[in-house]
C-alpha cells in the first residue's frame, strides 16, 4: 500500500533513478548517489511504501529521535521523490529505499505501478558491490541492460550476470519484463576498503549517471571528500606490508589488463557518438 503526502503534478516525460540500502550498497555508494541528486535538484517527497508490508523490524529497526523537545518514531521505509528542476529536459523521480525482507515480486510490483502513475518512461537503477579493485585507480562502473531497446538506446552492454541478485537486479528485470526501458550502473567497491562512506565511488556513479541522461550535475564537496578518502586508505595501506603489496597486485593487474575503451567495437561506437553529435549541430544551425 502507498502512503501518499502530496499531490503530483504532470511531469514531463519522468526517468526514474532508484537506489536501495542493503546488499546493492557497498560503502553506500548508491544510496549516496541518489541522496545527492535528491539534494542537489531539491526533491520532494511525494510518498512512500507502507514499511508493515515489505519490512522485518528487527532488521531494520524504527529509530526514535527527539525534535523541538518532542519525541518522534521514524519508520524504516521506502520514499519517492520528484525533482523538476534537474537541467533535463525531462523531470526526475527518485526512489529512496531499503532492500525489503520480504515480498519482493509485490514489492516491484508496486513501484512499477507508481512508476506507470507518473508517466515514466525510462528507469536508471543504481548499486555498488566488492570487488578485487585498486582505490589508487578509477572506480568502474559497469552499466548494463536486459532489453535490445535499452542497450542501443544507451549504448551500454547487455548484461550476462549470472548468480544471486537483490532487489536492483529483481526490479530491473520486472521494469524489462513491463516494457520499460533500463539500464543498471553498478560500481566496483575495493573490498579492502568498502566501508562508508566511500565517495570516490559515489561520484563516479554519479558521472555515469550524468553520461547515461545527458545532464551535468554539481559535485558539491564529493571530489574534495573523494581525495580525502584515497589519501586515508593510502596511510592505511603504507601501515601494512600485506595490505600495501596487495594494493600493489592489483594495481599492476588492472594497468596491464586490456581496456575496454581500447577495443576497436569502442573506439568505433565513441567515432559515430562524434559524428552523430556534429550532424546534430549542423542541422541546428
Do not use: C
Amino acid at each position: 500500500m502507498v502512503l501518499e503526502f502530496e499531490d503530483v503534478p504532470e511531469l514531463n516525460d519522468p526517468v526514474l533513478i532508484a537506489a536501495f540500502e542493503g546488499w546493492n550498497d557497498a560503502g553506500e555508494a548508491a544510496t549516496s548517489a541518489v541522496r545527492h541528486l535528491a539534494e542537489v535538484w531539491d526533491a520532494e517527497v511525494v510518498a512512500a511504501l507502507d514499511p508493515e508490508e515489505y519490512y522485518d523490524f528487527q532488521v531494520n529497526r524504527p529509530r526514535v529521535s527527539l525534535e523541538d523537545g518532542r519525541r518522534s518514531l521514524t519508520w524504516p521505509t521506502t520514499r519517492i521523490l520528484v525533482a523538476t528542476e534537474t537541467g533535463l529536459e525531462r523531470d526526475v523521480v527518485l526512489v529512496q529505499g531499503i532492500e525489503p525482507s520480504m515480498r519482493w515480486r509485490a514489492f516491484s510490483v508496486e513501484l512499477l505501478d507508481l512508476a506507470e502513475r507518473f508517466g515514466v518512461t525510462t528507469i536508471v537503477t543504481v548499486g555498488a558491490l566488492l570487488a578485487d579493485v585498486p582505490h589508487t585507480r578509477p572506480i568502474p562502473v559497469t552499466a548494463t541492460a536486459e532489453d535490445e531497446a535499452a542497450i542501443h538506446r544507451f549504448d551500454v552492454e547487455a548484461s550476462r550476470y549470472e548468480g544471486p541478485t537483490g532487489i536492483v537486479g529483481v526490479l530491473s528485470h520486472a521494469a524489462s519484463d513491463a516494457g520499460v526501458p533500463t539500464v543498471s550502473a553498478w560500481a566496483a567497491v575495493p573490498h579492502y576498503a568498502g566501508g562508508a562512506p566511500s565517495p570516490k565511488a559515489t561520484l563516479s556513479l554519479l558521472r555515469r549517471i550524468e553520461s547515461l541522461l545527458g545532464v551535468t550535475v554539481p559535485h558539491g564537496d564529493l571530489e574534495e571528500n573523494a581525495r580525502a578518502w584515497e589519501r586515508g586508505v593510502d596511510e592505511l595501506a603504507q601501515s601494512d606490508e600485506e595490505v600495501a603489496e596487495y594494493v600493489q597486485s592489483l594495481e599492476e593487474a588492472q594497468d596491464t589488463a586490456e581496456l575496454p575503451e581500447a577495443s576497436g567495437d569502442a573506439i568505433a561506437r565513441e567515432f559515430e557518438r562524434y559524428l552523430r553529435g556534429r550532424d546534430d549541430d549542423q542541422t541546428g544551425r
